[in-house]
């Protein structure tokens, strides 16, 4: 698809929400970073505003400094600006060879489940209200 198809597509999906009194639709990226003193990058969770919620789309650690608390740092981050903006939650895909448990243990609910996703493996929804 090119740029003036997607313009139209665009178009019409915005056109077919004012139609149906469905929310405004809005997506804002946000990011947080964490630099070792060197100002070596070591950490970042990258999320979209979508509504009143957010999507963490990319939570990374670098791996020789996994284990010291800077992906949950991260993640406090995002649930301080979820309640400082008065959010409903935050929501995330992880896939069964990642993080789950990892969420699991910050307080995230699986919400589902593709079994499968790829093949052997499966891909969970994380979702925590705040």
């Known amino acids: 698809m090119n740029e003036n198809q997607q313009r139209l597509v665009t178009a019409g999906f915005e056109i ?38 957010i999507y963490i789309d990319e939570l990374w650690v670098d791996k020789n400094y996994r284990g010291r608390g800077i992906g949950k740092e991260l993640m406090d981050k995002a649930e301080q600006y979820a309640l400082s903006q008065g959010m409903t939650g935050l929501w995330l895909w992880t896939q069964s060879w990642q993080a789950a448990e990892f969420y699991d243990q910050l307080g995230y609910k699986e919400f589902t489940r593709f079994v499968d996703f790829p093949k052997g493996h499966h891909r969970i929804g994380f979702r925590k209200q705040v």
């Open 16 to 53: 077919h929400t004012k139609e149906s009194s469905a929310p405004s639709f809005q997506k804002d990226r946000i990011n947080w970073l964490v630099y070792e003193e060197s100002e070596l990058l070591v950490g970042v969770l990258t999320a979209d505003v979508l509504w009143d919620w």
